[in-house]
Structures are given as structure tokens and as C-alpha cells.
């Protein structure tokens, strides 16, 4: 681990953030693009939770997180609050880990 | 600056401040997630100012967890770099989706653009109004900053005595809360059918591609979205 990954890491990173609002300051863009970018927002969000809901580096994750996350997602739709989902992904998870009937 | 300011919680207690509550609850996950990366960045060697200094600059929690292992494990610098960059490419879209709330003025601009995270922008496009927006995004941003970096310096600390997170189902909580977050939006049609293509190309890519890279093939999702009602133009991607 050098101080040079984690300047380059932390750079590079930083420059992509700041990429996005640059570019929004310079162009006007039209109520339609603008439905689109927060459509493909939303979408990269999906794509991060189901992954990380069934994939660690590169393989899967286990039923356990898949269950906890399924769970939550079933109360967020029916409407639960916030903490509720949150609370209820992780008992899952963790319950089922506990009693070793998933992984 | 006036963005800042509205993120004060009113009188009537925190408690009463819904987003302020859940915002809290997901600061409290990502504490012991940032605890368990100090305390294993320490177990592997890895100096505990380093480790810190790297969630304050960074602060991107996958990317960090990345660099570690792979460095840790002997990997070339230069894979650890390109690895957390691909991972934090996301960042580019999600910029150009809600960068206007914190481009107001360039010290704003330079600030938010440091805080943006999946959870702010997710707590973000969750809210209706540009003001929600932004108040959401700044809190969501500021309460994980002020998180982050401590909660790992303590986890370097404490070292050993820090359990394994995925014990108490973290792994499943911090999905299932983004999810929460953009299920209000997967009621509308077309931003489903994006999602579900899109999250459906990410999964069936994942074995193939290295990480980060499927979740940004799932922007081809947002092909299923349209059409859309059209704009003045009514210019169409290729």
C-alpha cells in the first residue's frame, strides 16, 4: 500500500465527481434529457443494489444477503418505512447466518 | 451557501425529522462497515493514519475495500488504481443526473462535488422538490463525511476486537436501503423497465467483466426507458 494509490485512487475519483456538475454548469439541457439522466441515475443505483445484493468479487454472495435484501426490498415496495426496511434486510441476513441456514 | 444552512434540523427534535432519522440510520450502518475496513487495513499492515487519510480523501467505501485487498495481496498499484476508478465511475452519470443542486456558486461546487456518494444522491432524486433535493443531498453527504473516516480510525483502533459486519447482515442492509430509496421511483414505467434491464445486464455481466464495469453495461438499460414524451427536439440516441 503506497501514499501514491491512494493519491492516484483519490484523484481520479475526485475527477469524476466534479466531471458531472462542470459539465451541467456549461450547457443547457432539455427537460427530456434531463428525465433521462435522472432515469439513468436511478437505473446505475438499481444495477448497484442487485449486484451487490447477489455478486462479492465476482461470485455469489450467498442466499443469505440475496433473502435479507429481497426482504427489504418486498417491505420497501409494500411501503415500510425506512428503518423498518433497513432493519428488516439485516435481521434476515443476520438470522439466517445465525441459524446456519444460509451462508 | 444557503444550502447548508437548511440542513438545520428544526426545534421540534431531530427525532420528529424523518430524513434526518433515516439519514442517521444509514451513518450508523456505515460505521461499523467503515470499522470493520480500519480494523482489517490494520491487520494487514497497513499504517492506521494511511488508512484514514485514505476515507477522507477517497471516500468511496468499495473502492477502499478494493484497494486494500488487492494491494494487500500483493497486486500491482497500478490494478488497485484502475480497479477503484472503474468502481467509481458511476460517479460521471450520477453527476450529470443531480450535479445543478450543488453548482450554484464553485466552492459549493468543489464541496458537494466530494460528498456525492450512492446514498446522498440516492436520499436525493428520492425527494420531489429541487430544495428537498438539496437539502437531502447535503445532509446525506455531510452526515456520511463526518462517519467515514472517524468510524475507520476507531475500527484501526479497536483492531481485533472488531467483529465481522456481515454477522449482523450489514451486507444485506446497505442494499436493501438504497433500494428503499429508489423504490418510489421504480413506480413509473418507463424508469422500471430501464432498472430491470439494466440490473438484469449488470447481473449476467458480472462474472465476465471486471468490477465496476457491469454496473456502468447497465446504462444500456436506459434504451427500454424511451420513448419518452418528446422534447422540442426529438433528437434520438443511437
Redesign the interface.
Same mark, same amino acid.
Request: aromatic letters at 4%; glycine letters at 10%; hydrophobic letters at 60%.
Given at each position: 500500500m503506497t501514499m501514491a494509490v491512494v493519491l492516484a485512487l483519490a484523484g481520479g475519483t475526485y475527477a469524476m465527481r466534479l466531471a458531472g456538475p462542470l459539465l451541467r454548469g456549461r450547457i443547457t439541457i432539455s427537460p427530456r434529457w434531463e428525465r433521462l439522466m435522472s432515469i439513468a441515475a436511478i437505473t446505475l443505483l438499481g444495477a448497484f443494489v442487485v449486484t451487490s445484493a447477489v455478486a462479492e468479487g465476482g461470485g455469489f454472495a450467498g442466499w443469505a444477503r440475496l433473502a435479507g435484501v429481497a426482504v427489504g426490498g418486498v417491505l420497501a415496495w409494500r411501503r415500510a418505512p425506512f428503518v423498518v426496511v433497513v432493519l428488516a434486510a439485516a435481521v434476515t441476513t443476520a438470522g439466517l447466518r445465525f441459524l446456519e441456514l444460509a451462508a | 451557501m444557503s444550502s447548508l444552512q437548511r440542513t438545520r434540523p428544526g426545534s421540534r427534535g431531530i427525532w420528529r425529522d424523518?430524513l434526518l432519522? #433515516?439519514v442517521l440510520? !444509514?451513518a450508523a450502518?456505515m460505521a461499523i462497515v467503515g470499522a470493520s475496513l480500519g480494523a482489517i487495513a490494520v491487520s494487514k499492515?497497513?499504517p492506521l493514519w494511511?488508512i484514514t487519510?485514505?476515507g477522507a480523501?477517497?471516500?468511496?467505501g468499495g473502492?477502499e475495500f478494493m484497494?486494500?485487498g488487492l494491494?494487500?495481496a500483493g497486486a500491482a498499484?497500478v490494478t &488497485?488504481?484502475v480497479g477503484?476508478?472503474l468502481l467509481? %465511475?458511476?460517479?460521471?452519470?450520477?453527476?450529470?443526473?443531480?450535479? #445543478?443542486l450543488? &453548482?450554484r456558486g464553485p466552492l459549493t461546487?468543489?464541496v458537494?462535488?466530494?460528498l456525492?456518494v #450512492?446514498e446522498s444522491?440516492?436520499f436525493a /432524486?428520492a425527494q420531489r422538490d429541487p430544495a428537498a433535493k438539496r437539502r437531502a443531498y447535503w445532509l446525506t453527504g455531510i452526515a456520511l463525511y463526518c462517519t467515514w473516516a472517524p468510524s475507520i480510525f476507531v475500527g484501526g483502533l479497536l483492531g481485533q476486537q472488531v467483529g465481522d459486519p456481515?454477522?449482523?447482515? /450489514?451486507?444485506? %442492509?446497505?442494499?436493501?436501503?438504497?433500494? %428503499?430509496? !429508489?423504490?418510489p421511483?421504480?413506480r413509473d414505467r418507463?424508469?422500471l423497465r430501464?432498472?430491470a434491464v439494466?440490473?438484469l445486464? %449488470?447481473?449476467v455481466s458480472?462474472?465476465i467483466l471486471p468490477?465496476g464495469l457491469?454496473?456502468?453495461?447497465?446504462?444500456v438499460?436506459?434504451a427500454a426507458?424511451l420513448p419518452?414524451?418528446?422534447?422540442?427536439?426529438g433528437e434520438e440516441e443511437s
Open positions: - | 424523518k432519522r #433515516d440510520s !444509514i450502518a499492515g497497513i494511511m487519510l485514505m480523501v477517497i471516500f468511496a473502492s484497494a486494500v494491494m494487500t498499484p &488497485a488504481v477503484g476508478l467509481n %465511475a458511476r460517479h460521471l452519470p450520477f453527476g450529470l443526473a443531480i450535479g #445543478d450543488f &453548482a461546487r468543489l458537494g462535488s466530494h456525492m #450512492d444522491v440516492a /432524486l456481515d454477522v449482523f447482515g /450489514l451486507d444485506a %442492509a446497505l442494499p436493501a436501503a438504497l433500494l %428503499a430509496l !429508489i423504490v421511483s421504480l418507463p424508469t430501464a432498472v439494466g440490473a445486464v %449488470a447481473v458480472t462474472p468490477e457491469p454496473v456502468m453495461a447497465a446504462l438499460g436506459v426507458a419518452l414524451p418528446r422534447g422540442r427536439k
